[in-house]
């Protein structure tokens, strides 16, 4: 905030941004190539390459059209949130790409917080507006691992102590999100009151000052949302069909490399495969989506090594490619330069103590 007030202490602000920058790009890089590495001492290069060799065009194509579109079904569901803003659907997509390419490119998802900048830029929106349906829309996602909870005792499935307290840790979180907001319905002003000393508690004076009228907007937003339930079961039927063309993806992919994988493993195994993105990644998710990949396939449910490694080998790049595709034409069409818009998401705190002062 100071650097913000005083002009002198800009250029030091911005070398000391740079090279925090530079540091978390290297340990990121650092930590991708362990886990690239590790990935490949697991599996047969040899067999893997094979696999690549033979690689089926069609339906590598038909996989990058079902990874796609189910982000641009999650861009519909967030749409539904934003109501009663009118966002047109293009805007609402390429807002939504152009966040997944920003968070591919950080290990901390700074995509979200993205979403609702440019939203204010577009459409006028408030970021305490429009943060809460950007919150609502990443709970969502949270929902089919709980409905792996419950059809675990009928599938019996047997699962690695890491991904129960993977399944676990996301069911808490989603968890302690529904407890607050309850709470915060039945007892408002003690929620907000609580808040208050959580952030006096981990927050300087002045800044505290700025951020505690944007969370008791936040909050007021966020029960708003949860008292409309027709808007709440249209997003969960969303979530079906964006997490059926994830399935979909993953199973064409399985398949462009000549391995044929039952759907309900599809289905679980993708599923908790996108669950472990709730953790950082290292940038552009190498090694990560290669390692865990395997991890999940062929520890949990038995797929052959070098189709998982072929299918992941294959499937990362080729995703790559379609995510910076798109990112990059969703920043075009709206005017806007990847630099300008990663710088939107280093300083939250002074973006967010701007937008409350406005």
Known sequence: MDAMLDPQLAPARQTARTRTVVLR?????????????TFLRLINFGSVYQRLEHINISLAVLCGLAFITAYVVRALRWRWFLAPYVVSIPRAVGIYLVAIFINWLLPIRGGELAKSLMLRRSNG?????????????????????????????????HLTRPLWALLLFALAVLACGVVLIGFAALRRERTLAWLSRVIAAVMPGRLRHSVEPF??????????????????LI????TVVAVSFD??????????????VAL?????????????YILPTPPGQIGSNE?????????????GSSSVGAMFLFSHPWTAVLIVSCGVLSLAAMGLTLRSTLGLTREPAAVEARVIAS
């Not at 997003?235 to 969303?238: D, E, G, S």
């Not at 309900?264 to 472990?276: D, Q």
């Open 247 to 260: 399935a979909l993806f993953c199973w064409l992919a399985f398949r462009a490399v000549g391995e044929a």
């Open 215 to 232: 969370v008791v907007q936040f909050m007021d937003a966020l029960l708003a949302l949860m008292r409309r339930p027709r808007v709440l």
């Open 291 to 303: 390692l865990i990949g395997l991890l999940i396939f062929s520890g949990l449910f038995g797929v």
């Open 25 to 37: 790009a290297v340990l990121g890089a650092g930590a991708g190539a362990v886990l690239l590495l």
């Open 264 to 276: 309900p493993i599809v289905l679980y195994g993708y599923t908790f495969y996108n669950l472990a």
């Open 235 to 238: 997003t969960a039927a969303y």
């Open 125 to 157: 929106i408030p970021v305490s507006r429009s943060l809460p349906t950007v919150t609502m829309d990443k709970a969502m996602d949270l929902l089919p691992a709980v409905g792996l909870l419950l059809l675990l005792p009928f599938v019996h499935l």
